[in-house]
């Protein structure tokens, strides 16, 4: 695959605005997936297996947590992308926190050893630092007090907007390092994501959107409001 073809694929990609500031989705997944058959084959299979990854811990209701990190090791030695592996990481990171944030909203103390709660190569970091506003991340996750405030008043939209914006920026930055290169392109891809999911919100379901996105990071569902 020439560089020409990568240039003539970035090129062909829209501008996206701000999640907060669209009115609309600029491009549809059909037409997203007819310029990404200019991808070389290798970097077609690293981002699909990185959606696969991202996407199927988004989905709580039937997964556990010893499967999510059954598939985050199936899948994570075959990330091989430098920059690719550094946002799914990432977001894998943000979904530690918030599981730590959880437990320890519920009072509960550090994961024993060996126990199935994150994934990530953070864990042991979070752990040790259990105890810390920031658990040990705020080198990577800034907003960990915030988000902890947030989660503590039940404000389900701003906790979105506040991990969205964090992934957006991340991206941007990401995609800034090669302008006609295999990381513009995947930063589109999931930059795209977002912002479809925040047009797709519900400012009405706010509390709905709030349990769900307790589930999805602590996988129990049954104590939500008790």
């Known amino acids: 695959m020439s560089r020409t073809t990568y240039y003539t694929l970035v ?37 699909r297996l990185a959606e696969d990854l991202l996407k199927w811990q988004r989905q709580p209701v039937t997964k556990t947590d010893r499967e999510m990190l059954e598939q985050y090791r199936k899948l994570i030695p075959a990330i091989t992308d430098v920059s690719l592996r550094e946002i799914v990481e990432f977001r894998m990171a943000q979904r530690t926190a918030l599981v730590a944030l959880r437990r320890r909203r519920q009072g509960l103390p550090a994961p024993a050893a060996g126990e199935a709660w994150g994934v990530g190569s953070w864990l042991n970091l979070v752990t040790s630092a259990w105890d810390r506003d920031d658990l040990g991340l705020g080198h990577l996750l800034p907003w960990i007090p915030e988000a902890a405030a947030l989660l503590e008043a039940g404000a389900a939209k701003e906790l979105d907007r506040l991990l969205m914006n964090s992934v957006w920026t991340r991206l941007g930055r990401i995609a800034e390092r090669s302008n006609f290169g295999f990381e513009p392109v995947f930063a589109f891809v999931f930059r795209r994501d977002i912002l479809q999911r925040w047009l797709a919100y519900d400012a009405q379901l706010a509390k709905v959107r709030f349990q769900e996105l307790v589930a999805e990071v602590t996988r129990e569902q049954q104590q939500l409001f008790a």
């Open 11 to 47: 090129a062909s990609l829209p501008r996206l605005p701000h999640f907060e500031e669209a009115a609309w989705l600029p491009m549809s997944r059909k037409q997203m997936n007819q310029r990404l058959t200019m991808l070389t084959p290798e970097d077609a299979l690293q981002l």
